[in-house]
């Protein structure tokens, strides 16, 4: 790439004059790449950790929704479970298996 192909390049990005000296220099640094070539890597590079950050937040609120649920989910199987409690007091298999739901919810 010529030295005015890179200074095009240059321009149409906005950034700190010391981040394009860091640039020049790590790209004087490894003559096989142009500074063009570097910003293009260094841009890719950030895109691609910049999707997996934002994969992961997506995961983390997926996952904490889906908690919400099941918990939600846990109080109205308790409410439905403490209405049938009162509604087999008196029969022992009933209660216990009531009794094991619960104890499988609260686990």
Same mark, same amino acid.
């Given at each position: 790439?010529?030295?005015?192909?890179?200074? $095009?390049?240059?321009?149409?990005? $906005? *950034?700190?004059?010391? $981040?394009? /000296?860091?640039?020049?220099?790590? /790209?004087?640094?490894?003559? %096989?790449?142009?500074?063009?070539? *570097?910003? =293009?890597? !260094?841009?890719? =590079?950030?895109?691609?950790?910049?999707?997996? %950050? !934002?994969?992961?937040? *997506?995961?983390?609120?997926?996952?904490?929704?889906?908690?919400?649920? *099941?918990?939600?989910?846990?109080?109205?199987?308790?409410?439905?479970?403490?209405?049938?409690?009162?509604?087999?007091?008196?029969?022992? %298999?009933?209660?216990?298996? !009531?009794?094991? !739901? %619960?104890?499988?919810?609260?686990?």
């Amino acid at each position: 790439m010529s030295l005015a192909m890179a200074e $095009t390049a240059k321009r149409s990005v $906005t *950034l700190m004059a010391t $981040t394009w /000296a860091e640039i020049d220099e790590l /790209a004087q640094a490894n003559d %096989e790449i142009s500074p063009a070539e *570097l910003i =293009r890597q !260094i841009i890719l =590079r950030g895109l691609r950790s910049y999707k997996a %950050e !934002i994969a992961k937040g *997506l995961e983390l609120k997926t996952k904490q929704l889906v908690q919400q649920k *099941l918990k939600q989910r846990q109080g109205s199987m308790a409410e439905a479970l403490e209405v049938l409690k009162a509604k087999v007091a008196n029969d022992k %298999e009933a209660s216990a298996a !009531i009794a094991a !739901i %619960e104890k499988g919810l609260t686990d």
